[in-house]
């Protein structure tokens, strides 16, 4: 179970690591081969776009777990807990669908790429790896919805204070 904890707590931010580290590192050795050697190679470039695009991904399941995402709450302020727990709920209920939405069809894409049997201009592989990157990041975001409904609804049973994120600057 502690396992498990571990996991929630720190997925997404082990797999930004992972993501950005390989973007960085594949960037450098691009860049050097470039000015050091006049080459550079396509597969670095699709490594890096591809990175990039887990990185967004996965990030804005981030953003939704810590309730980071850009939102105007200028208004939440003077607003008690419970009406303030309401608002939240909205909020995540309306993402939830938009999510819903968005992981149906990105599978679909995702399917009609496997069907065609697409592949990358420069490594070969089939674009389904780097497609899955949408609904991937939909699913994270639809399961950090559902755990913030049932911490949203704790709160407005109990009325005690909302989950508003960490702070960023304070």
Same mark, same amino acid.
């Given at each position: 179970?502690?396992f498990?904890?571990?996991?929630d707590?720190?997925?997404e931010?082990?797999?930004?690591?992972?993501f950005?580290v390989?973007?960085?590192?594949?960037m450098?050795v691009e860049v050097?081969? =470039?000015e050091? !050697?006049?080459?550079s190679?396509i597969w670095?470039?699709e490594?890096?776009?591809?990175s !990039?695009?887990y990185l #967004?991904?996965i990030g #804005?399941?981030?953003a939704?777990?810590?309730r980071?995402?850009?939102?105007i709450?200028?208004?939440l302020?003077?607003? %008690?807990p419970?009406?303030k #727990?309401?608002?939240?709920i !909205?909020?995540d209920?309306?993402?939830?669908?938009?999510a819903?939405v968005?992981l149906?069809w990105?599978?679909?894409t995702?399917?009609?790429?496997a069907?065609?049997?697409?592949?990358?201009?420069g490594? =070969?592989?089939s674009?389904?790896?780097?497609?899955?990157?949408?609904p991937?990041g939909?699913?994270l975001m639809i399961f950090r919805?559902?755990?913030?409904?049932?911490r949203?609804?704790?709160?407005?049973r109990d %009325?005690?204070?909302?989950?508003?994120g960490d702070?960023?600057?304070?």
């Amino acid at each position: 179970m502690n396992f498990l904890k571990h996991i929630d707590r720190n997925a997404e931010r082990w797999l930004l690591l992972v993501f950005y580290v390989m973007l960085v590192v594949t960037m450098a050795v691009e860049v050097l081969r =470039r000015e050091l !050697f006049s080459y550079s190679s396509i597969w670095g470039e699709e490594i890096v776009r591809y990175s !990039f695009i887990y990185l #967004a991904w996965i990030g #804005a399941a981030a953003a939704v777990k810590e309730r980071a995402h850009i939102r105007i709450d200028v208004l939440l302020h003077y607003l %008690g807990p419970k009406p303030k #727990a309401l608002v939240y709920i !909205f909020g995540d209920l309306v993402m939830f669908v938009v999510a819903l939405v968005a992981l149906f069809w990105s599978v679909e894409t995702v399917l009609v790429s496997a069907k065609f049997g697409s592949v990358t201009d420069g490594l =070969r592989i089939s674009k389904v790896w780097f497609l899955a990157a949408v609904p991937v990041g939909f699913s994270l975001m639809i399961f950090r919805l559902v755990q913030s409904f049932l911490r949203d609804f704790r709160s407005l049973r109990d %009325g005690t204070p909302v989950y508003e994120g960490d702070k960023l600057f304070d």
